[in-house]
């Protein structure tokens, strides 16, 4: 069933239910009238009654013709008074109105010889009370056809809004994010189409940020693979083809000591090397230390190891205990501090670096904050900061970053803990 069937079924129900309390309190009342009416009838059959006897010739036709509620018929000297049979709505109402009300009528046989009946007759008062109903049902079904029509303008209207933004989100859904709203009509229907306006912008501006952020995740995924290519060729390839020469020339040299000496020192050199490559290459594509150490001693040594490789002064603070995280958590909060200090050395030009780990009630805080030139927040951000951004929603955490131009770049991080 439509909205518009449903609202029509209320508004009859609401009239009906008023229309019965109208026609109770109009019976009621006219319950009280008729009491009235009819004891001053018969109170004129009675005067009627005593006159006709005393003097049958002031009982003329003429004179009770206009009488209300009381009938006088003429009768021939063996006519038989009719029996009054009502039926239909007129005998319901009959019923209603004067069921405690006694219809004996008094025929009188005058002393001229004529026969004369005189009763009370609810007739006037039944048609009286019959139209003040029909006028009220009349009002009522006007009152309802006319409120009818301007619910279902009103709905209709609403409807057509209602079903131009349902063809909209249709083409949404479709992917057509180009659609917008004509802001007309009335304020709900301009702040409807507004709001919807806004949600596709937002829309179509998330989708191109998405497509520009998987070309750039794409392009620093094929980055990656070219540097661990070039890494494991031209590096470590090397230092394995440098170990394989002097491996010959070991056993070209045996009865040679001073070459095999010296060569096995190269040999003791290129292995070092060689074992530090792989243990930087490892450590770039996963922190194994996390496996090994806990999370305070990594974070320290991330530290360390960034400070002394870009020689930017940075100081650790560190809360004495730390809170146990499970492995993905430590390794998103670790990768978002390496991230967070990557950046700091490609933008922020600073020679001074503070990074805080705390714990505090049921919370974890990171703050890392610098003295570097700062920068305008970007409209749209960068790879670095969408990883960031999506790390710290995998760690449900709320992240903010704030910068202003000369005063350096501020991150700080809101973990949650479980409260055990």
């Known amino acids: 069933m439509s909205a518009l069937w449903r609202i029509n079924l209320w508004v009859c129900g609401f009239f009906a239910l008023v229309t019965l309390a ?4 109009l019976v009621h009342q006219a319950l009280q009238d008729v009491e009235r009416e009819l004891q001053s009838a018969e109170a004129v059959v009675e005067y009627l009654s005593e006159t006709a006897e005393r003097d049958p010739i002031s009982l003329q036709p003429r004179l009770t013709q206009g009488l209300r509620h009381v009938r006088v018929r003429w009768l021939g000297p063996e006519e038989q008074p009719p029996l009054a049979v009502q039926s239909g709505l007129d005998a319901w109402l009959g019923r209603l109105l004067f069921a405690e009300v006694r219809h004996g009528a008094r025929i009188l046989a005058l002393a001229d010889g004529r026969r004369v009946q005189i009763a009370l007759d609810p007739r006037d008062e039944i048609d009286e009370v019959w139209d003040s109903v029909q006028q009220l049902l009349s009002l009522c079904a006007m009152a309802l056809v006319v409120s009818l029509l ?29 659609v917008r709203l004509r ?11 507004t709001h919807f306006n806004r949600m596709t912008v937002a829309l179509e501006q998330a989708g191109s940020d998405n497509a520009r952020l998987t070309q750039a995740l794409l392009a620093v995924q094929e980055q990656e693979r070219t540097q661990l290519a070039q890494t494991l060729h031209d590096d470590l390839g090397q230092y394995l083809a440098g170990i394989r020469a002097q491996a010959c020339l070991l056993r070209l040299a045996a009865d040679q000591p001073q070459t095999v000496e010296r060569t ?55 809360s004495a205990q730390l809170p146990a995280l499970s492995g993905p958590d430590k390794t998103h909060l670790y990768r978002l501090l390496q991230e967070a200090l990557t950046n700091i050395t490609r933008h922020a030009d600073a020679s001074q670096v503070r990074v805080r780990l705390q714990h505090h009630g049921a919370r974890l805080r990171l703050l890392v904050r610098d003295n570097g030139r700062g920068a305008e927040q970007p409209q749209r951000p960068g790879v670095g900061l969408y990883s960031m951004r999506e790390r710290a929603c995998s760690l449900g955490a709320e992240l903010r970053i704030i910068s202003q131009p000369g005063a350096g770049w501020a991150l700080t991080l809101s973990v949650p803990l479980e409260v055990s």
């Open 150 to 178: 301007t619910i279902r303008w009103a709905v209709r209207r609403g409807m057509g809004l209602l079903d131009e933004l349902l063809r909209a989100f249709q083409q949404v859904c479709a992917g057509q994010l180009t």
């Open 264 to 318: 096995m020192r190269e040999l003791e050199h290129n292995c070092e090397h060689l074992q530090q490559g792989f243990r930087a290459l490892v450590h770039n594509l996963y922190p194994v230390v996390l496996q090994h150490l806990p999370l305070a001693e990594a974070i320290t040594l991330l530290v360390e190891q960034w400070q002394g490789r870009q020689g930017i002064d940075c100081r650790l603070r560190l």
């Open 22 to 25: 109208c026609m109770t309190l």
């Open 183 to 193: 802001p007309e009509g009335g304020p709900e229907a301009r702040q409807l189409a």
